[in-house]
């Protein structure tokens, strides 16, 4: 708290505290305007940019603007996410980085820097000349890699959801129906997971038995026609439900100013939500989740919520009565998921290194969205979150994929959304391509999954290399060639250190491609001089790719 606000806390409130019969209601609202007295001192801290030096960082979701221009409009790091991970970690191209153990709020105006914090501890270091350098020294001093990775399967397999089909009418018969179709249409099996919908109601982890009437047999099923089987959670729990009076008795609910389980809106309503600060409801919850494992042969979870904004308000008060950032509950969610191999996350802080499979927030169906996968993709790993997965193939907003079918959709944005995917960590399938695909592009799709496939052991082995040495998996061009020119680049990709990704990004045929120093072989098996720019054609079963000899 900065001393001006301390001293005027304590002169306003002080007479206040010491009456005898102040109410307990009111000494709780006390407390709460002390909070929002903190939350109001701030720290301002501009840091001037050196000639040609631009910044990498902050939020995932902040991808397209990396580095960052001239200008950014404040992103404040205590309420914002746009639906994906966030760090409190800045780097730039000439060997600098920020980094601080608190949220902060940040902003780029005429090429600088400017940061609001609450804590003065905001560090400016210099790790070396480049953006590789500076990451890696931040890595190696705030989140190194835990040596340990999700499981192989993420790496060498596609992945499944069934949001997209289902939405909330997840039910055993369609399910399977699912499964079965990715099968008898030769798309290699993987990982399938079930969404949201599947259970009584939030809190609770029994099938709805009307909607899956032996989920026993189900998930035996999948697993028989080599799927591994992952249930969509959240921290929620519904208001006046069993669980609901059975967790507040126990303590393990965030509560408010009140001394009553906080409500908390979310875009399914308004439910109570479990605190994970509490080391007791943690575990309660990992034996809860152990216990759907054990009784139905699931495999692992997907990990839904978190957002730091659903934790962003005065109110809230933690275990041990403490008032935490809310960040602070994004990070104590994702750590559940240290307990099991097959997770999935959307939302993160400071978990960087972890052994967490990350995916990029629900995009929509467009060019657009087309076109932020591969900088938001090198965001996230900037951000020391290796094992990620780009959205869902074609987007994952579902409302564009009710009622159609081939006749009235883009097809080609579904075979490019593909190719993306194809090259990268994960890929993750949703909408059924069979049922918006005409038998071409079909085809194109079928062959991006069997291309995955194909290169899983490589990746595999990329994803190793990461979980020991910290380095992402996904590397923009500057980061591998720094200080060639490379910075504005962000439709091409290094996967790992022996193959460049040059995918078409819209509804073109042709595109330019830099080829950095050295020979290169592409995917038709030519060999290519480098340090130039070439033009290519990219016809719609084709993916440039490019091995370095």
């Not at 980061?479 to 250190?497: C, F, K, R």
């Amino acid at each position: 708290m900065h001393q001006r606000s301390l001293n005027l806390f304590t002169y306003s409130f002080t007479p206040l505290l010491l009456k005898k019969n102040m109410h307990q209601r009111s000494l709780t609202l006390i407390f709460a305007l002390a909070l929002a007295l903190v939350s109001h001192a701030q720290h301002i801290i501009d840091i001037k940019s050196q000639p040609g030096e631009r910044w990498w960082g902050g939020a995932t979701a902040l991808g397209s603007k990396m580095p960052f221009a001239k200008e950014l409009s404040p992103f404040n790091l205590y309420n914002r996410n746009d639906n994906n991970q966030v760090s409190p970690l800045l780097i730039s191209n000439k060997g600098r980085y920020l980094w601080s153990n608190q949220p902060f709020t940040f902003s780029v105006s005429q090429g600088n820097l400017h940061l609001d914090s609450p804590v003065p501890e905001i560090e400016l270091k210099t790790g070396g000349s480049s953006l590789r350098e500076a990451y890696l020294s931040a890595m190696r001093e705030h989140f190194p890699p835990s040596g340990i990775l999700p499981d192989s399967l993420f790496f060498t397999m596609p992945q499944y959801n069934t949001w997209i089909e289902l939405m909330y009418n997840q039910n055993q018969k369609d399910v399977l129906a699912y499964a079965e179709d990715i099968v008898k249409n030769g798309f290699p099996p993987g990982i399938i997971m079930i969404d949201d919908n599947w259970q009584r109601h939030y809190g609770n982890f029994e099938f709805k038995p009307d909607r899956f009437p032996n989920p026993a047999y189900m998930v035996k099923r999948l697993h028989e026609m080599g799927f591994k089987v992952m249930l969509w959670v959240c921290p929620f729990v519904s208001a006046d439900s069993p669980e609901y009076r059975d967790l507040a008795e126990k303590g393990y609910l965030l509560n408010d100013s009140t001394s009553q389980p906080a409500i908390i809106k979310w875009w399914n309503g308004q439910s109570a939500v479990y605190d994970f600060t509490n080391p007791q409801a943690r575990q309660y919850f990992v034996t809860l989740l152990r216990d759907v494992q054990q009784r139905y042969g699931i495999d692992g979870f997907k990990f839904d919520g978190g957002d730091n904004h659903f934790y962003h308000r005065s109110d809230l008060v933690s275990y041990g009565g403490k008032r935490l950032a809310s960040v602070e509950h994004t990070r104590a969610w994702a750590e559940i998921g240290l307990a099991f191999p097959f997770n999935e996350y959307r939302a993160g802080w400071q978990m960087g290194g972890k052994e967490l499979v990350q995916r990029l927030g629900d995009k929509d169906y467009s060019w657009q969205a087309v076109r932020l996968l591969i900088p938001d993709m090198i965001a996230a790993g900037l951000l020391g979150y290796a094992y990620a997965c780009p959205d869902m193939i074609g987007g994952g907003s579902f409302g564009t994929f009710l009622g159609i079918d081939a006749s009235q959709f883009d097809q080609k944005l579904i075979v490019r959304s593909a190719q993306v995917h194809a090259l990268m960590p994960m890929m993750q399938f949703s909408v059924a391509p069979w049922r918006i695909l005409n038998p071409q592009h079909l085809q194109a799709v079928k062959a991006m999954a069997q291309l995955h496939a194909t290169f899983g052991h490589y990746i595999l082995q990329c994803a190793r290399r990461s979980a020991a040495t910290g380095e992402p998996i996904v590397q923009s061009l500057e980061y591998a060639y720094p200080h060639q020119g490379y910075i504005e680049i962000v439709d091409q990709w290094m996967l790992g250190d022996k193959y460049m990704v040059a995918p078409m990004v819209d509804a073109g045929n042709s595109r330019t491609v830099v080829l950095p120093p050295g020979k290169w072989k592409d995917d038709r098996g030519r060999v290519l001089k480098g340090g130039r720019t070439i033009t290519i054609d990219v016809p719609l079963n084709r993916l440039p790719y490019y091995q370095k000899l």
